[in-house]
């Protein structure tokens, strides 16, 4: 069921325009992240979509009723800053209650309380709780009037690396168990791959891909989402005789729509080394670093025109040794120039 | 945007009242009193300037670059002489000089000496007393400039064969200068803006000269045109501090380093310490001690039922004009909070603030243009033109820490409370006043020093018979009285501490 649609908008900040033509549908209980580097928009639409910022033009439905006009106060969205804005002159509780003005007030706090673990704490101010803590009054702040939307920017920034795994997963189990729509703002991919049901990525305000994350990672629509999500090899080719060429061999190829300069990618695990150097590419290595768990490994062509990094398991391979790939070509996708 | 116009309203009708003087009133003060007032008040500025640079300087250099003892508490003592106006500081010096003074009584007795007589009540006491609790802007900005230079680029300057001497005026100097600047012209603003010192010492400048054509002449025309030439210079001091500090040069502090203050020995520690306790002593500990003697002279004959009503009075204007003053602050700062018209609202907001660099009768004389344009009635009928006056002149010292208050505050605090339901009154009143609270109780502490110090808008615009603690000491002192203005002064000086404190406290946590 279509939860929320941004329709045709456009919106700008003096002569620079954010978002160009820009379309969404989000399906109701999915999580969607949307992604990109600074500056691509994402901020924004969460803004427009609460109606902290108007619209230049288009449309946005919540649950197929347009809410353009709607005041923000009366939207029904609740949202999780970057910076969390709790109250700090407030206690726990009157953060939580801030925007909830039903009878039952004493009722519902104890509700989201037990749901965001954080009985006890009620009396506390902000500045007396830990970042994970004070992550989960965000949250039973924007739930507690039970809005139809929640939407939250960039809401793991502002935490230390060392309990950020931690807190996402506490507040994911949290949005999951609540089964409400949400649109989180990252532009962390790990984020975005660990959390979302669908990811949205923008590029200079203008969607570049919506799909889930397996779909991006294994489909990627161009160089710049490929490279968002996970490692590859990309290497520039042209079509010669119906076969791919590269500066590090040429191969065959199942695809129909190539034009004549082009870039290949591949992820790693669809590459392996061939021992005999009769691989579908080869060139000489001339970087190995330790990577964690792999090795990095920069292979450069024989012309030394062109190189690429390819992450591999642990190999005994060193730098000046030749190496030759080969690549499973049905996994092979194809970024036309 | 009213309340800006109704706060540059005062000093816009000075500026058009000048507009309709006729050339007769012109042409008369030239021929008279105008080269007089020109001259002194042009002498007593330079002089002034000469003298407070060259304390503040010396005492910020050497609390910045030097260990020696007592360092750490003589840092902030030196600020204390701020709390004393120039027009007390006189009152105490002229008493510590006249006939039956301690120093003429000292002098009296010592052989030689016994025909020695020293008259500060002339051009040159005056910017002595002026200099002595005015340097404290110029040590402040400086010390503060000092402090956040880097020591690399003194370093450098003494690896290159610079001396100490020559690696201040060369380097040290230099840089600090747009920072001294500001200090320096804030000097000039107070020694533009003093009644008290120089009626005191019967010098004519173009503040006597301003009371003297409005409340003994009743002649405005005259009074609105050297209102017009004071607000001129103001004008022209603001402008070129503008220029001076917008070319403000700034060290790489990526790669600075903070000064390490070099552990003085020998004969230079005492020197660097005579120095700065002489200059404690006379600019503050000597007028202190004068006046505490006085108190005790007069403590029998002061009358304390009254001193209690000039308490309560000066409380009773403090406390309406912070109102009035935090009111209109806060709305215009949440205003143009949410306005978000950047230029515009720097505009306004400077335009606004303006009052506090005019000095005291030039807004005195633009209240009386605008009320006489009103209804004459009006101006003694009660303090509210006393209160219009103290918000014009003190509206940047009240609205500067609610603005900074508000600045603390995160944007997404506004967005947070509209996304809850909230209307922005509502945030305005649950969110953010709450949060400024401090930045409130600052405001009015600040202003109610300001008022209680005031002079020549309070003698120009109060009620017939109405005392505040300042015109109270400069009445006694001026009625040949000067031991029963010792109470007033010294409760002005008590209370003006508070605040230096608040900025020191403030200045250290940076």
């Known amino acids: 069921m279509k939860a929320l649609s941004l329709e ?58 347009s809410i353009d006009q709607i005041s923000p ?34 009722e519902r706090l104890s509700e989201l309380l037990q749901l965001t673990d954080l009985a006890g704490l009620e009396k506390r101010y902000p500045h007396e709780i830990s970042g994970g803590q ?26 230390d690396e ?106 790693p695990e669809s590459v392996s080394i061939i021992n005999d150097l009769s691989g579908d590419i080869s060139g000489k290595i001339i970087q190995k670093s330790f990577n964690g768990p792999h090795d990095l490994l920069s292979i450069q062509d024989e012309k030394k025109e062109c190189s690429f990094q390819f992450e591999t398991e642990r190999t005994h391979l060193k730098v000046g040794d030749n190496i030759s790939l080969k690549l499973d070509k049905n996994k092979i996708i194809v970024f036309n120039d | 945007m009213i309340g800006s116009f109704l706060l540059i309203g005062p000093l816009a009708m000075v500026l058009t009242k ?46 910045t670059m030097y260990q020696f003892p007592f360092r750490k508490q003589l840092e902030w003592l030196l600020i204390l002489p701020l709390a004393i106006p120039s027009f007390i500081n006189g009152i105490a010096y002229a008493g510590l000089t006249d006939y039956a003074g301690p120093i003429r009584i000292a002098l009296r007795a010592t052989p030689l000496l016994n025909d020695v007589y020293i008259d500060i009540m002339n051009a040159w006491g005056a910017i002595f007393v002026m200099s002595l609790v005015l340097y404290p802007y110029v040590y402040l900005t400086s010390r503060s400039a000092f402090a956040n230079q880097s020591s ?9 064969g610079a001396s100490e001497l020559q690696s201040f005026y060369k380097v040290a100097f230099p840089l600090a200068w747009p920072a001294i600047f500001s200090g320096l012209s804030l000097v000039i603003m107070e020694v533009l803006n003093d009644y008290g010192t120089v009626k005191y010492f019967g010098i004519p400048t173009f503040t006597t000269g301003i009371f003297k054509s409005w409340l003994s002449l009743g002649d405005m025309p005259s009074a609105i045109f050297l209102a017009f030439i004071l607000l001129s210079l103001v004008v022209i001091i603001l402008s070129i501090e503008w220029w001076i500090t917008r070319k403000r040069i700034t060290s790489n502090s990526s790669f600075s380093r903070r000064i390490q203050k070099e552990k003085l020995v020998g004969p230079k520690k005492y020197i660097v310490l005579a120095f700065i306790f002489g200059v404690l002593i006379f600019a503050f500990i000597v007028p202190l001690f004068q006046l505490l003697w006085w108190l005790n002279l007069s403590f029998h004959n002061t009358d304390w039922s009254k001193f209690l009503i000039i308490i309560g009075n000066t409380l009773k204007l403090s406390l309406y004009s912070s109102i009035l003053i935090i009111v209109l602050g806060v709305f215009m700062a949440y205003a143009f909070r949410i306005i978000k018209k950047q230029k515009l609202i720097s505009s306004l907001s400077k335009l606004s603030s303006l009052g506090y660099a005019m000095p005291g009768a030039v807004v005195a004389i633009g209240i009386i243009a605008t009320i006489l344009l009103i209804n004459s009635e009006l101006i003694y009928a009660g303090i509210y033109a006393l209160l ?123």
């Not at chain 1, 004070?134 to 920034?157: I, N, Y």
């Not at chain 1, 989180?184 to 305000?205: N, Q």
């Not at chain 2, 690399?152 to 290159?160: F, H, M, Y």
């Not at chain 2, 103290?390 to 506004?414: E, M, Q, W």
Request: proline residues 3%.
């Open chain 1, 8 to 65: 045709n908008i456009n919106k700008s900040y003096g002569r620079t325009q954010v978002l160009k033509n820009f379309d969404l549908e989000v399906i109701g209980g999915e999580i969607t992240a949307l992604t990109g580097e600074s500056g691509s928009g994402k901020s924004t639409i969460l803004r427009l979509i609460a109606g902290l910022e108007e619209l230049n033009s288009g449309s946005i439905k919540l649950a197929d009723q």
């Open chain 1, 134 to 159: 004070q992550q989960r009054v965000a949250l039973a702040r924007a739930m507690a009037s039970s809005p139809e939307l929640l939407l939250m920017d960039e809401p793991f920034s502002s935490l």
């Open chain 2, 152 to 160: 690399q680029l003194l370093e450098a300057s003494k690896l290159l």
């Open chain 2, 18 to 63: 000048t507009v309709g003087i006729n050339f007769q009133n012109i042409s008369t003060l030239s021929n008279t009193v105008l080269p007089s007032y020109i001259a002194n008040t042009l002498w007593i500025s330079g002089g002034v300037i000469v003298l407070s640079l060259f304390l503040g300087v010396s005492c910020a250099w050497a609390v």
């Open chain 1, 162 to 267: 060392r309990i950020k795994s931690k807190v996402r997963t506490e507040i994911l189990a949290i949005i999951k168990r609540l089964g409400i729509t949400t649109i989180i703002v990252t532009h962390h991919p790990a984020d975005a791959f660990a959390i979302a049901d669908k990811i949205a990525i923008l590029s200079e305000g203008k969607l570049l891909q919506y799909d889930s994350p397996s779909n991006i990672y294994k489909h990627p629509k161009n160089k710049y989402v490929s490279e968002l999500f996970g490692s590859g090899i990309l290497i520039p080719a042209t079509l010669r005789n119906k076969l791919v060429s590269t500066s590090f061999g040429q191969f065959e190829i199942n695809q129909t729509t190539i034009s004549n300069n082009f870039t290949i990618f591949i992820r």
């Open chain 1, 73 to 106: 106060r009366k939207r029904k969205i609740g949202f999780v800053f970057q910076d969390l804005a709790l109250f700090p002159h407030l206690t726990v509780k009157k953060n939580i209650l801030f925007g909830f003005h039903d009878k039952n007030k004493e």
């Open chain 2, 388 to 510: 219009f006056g103290y918000t014009v002149r003190f509206f940047a010292v009240g609205y500067n820490p609610i603005v900074a208050g508000f600045k603390k505050n995160s944007s997404s605090l506004d967005d947070a409370a509209v996304t809850l339901g909230l209307t922005r009154l509502d945030s305005l009143f649950r969110v953010h006043l709450p949060l400024i609270k401090r930045s409130l109780l600052v405001s009015l502490i600040l202003i109610f020093v300001d008022i209680s110090k005031e002079l020549p808008i309070t003698l120009i615009l109060r009620p017939f018979n109405f005392n505040t603690l300042s015109t109270n000491a400069y009445q006694f002192a001026t009625d040949e009285m000067a031991p029963e203005s010792s109470a007033a002064s010294l409760l002005i000086i008590l209370v003006g501490v508070i605040p230096i404190y608040i900025l020191n406290r403030s200045m250290r946590s940076k």
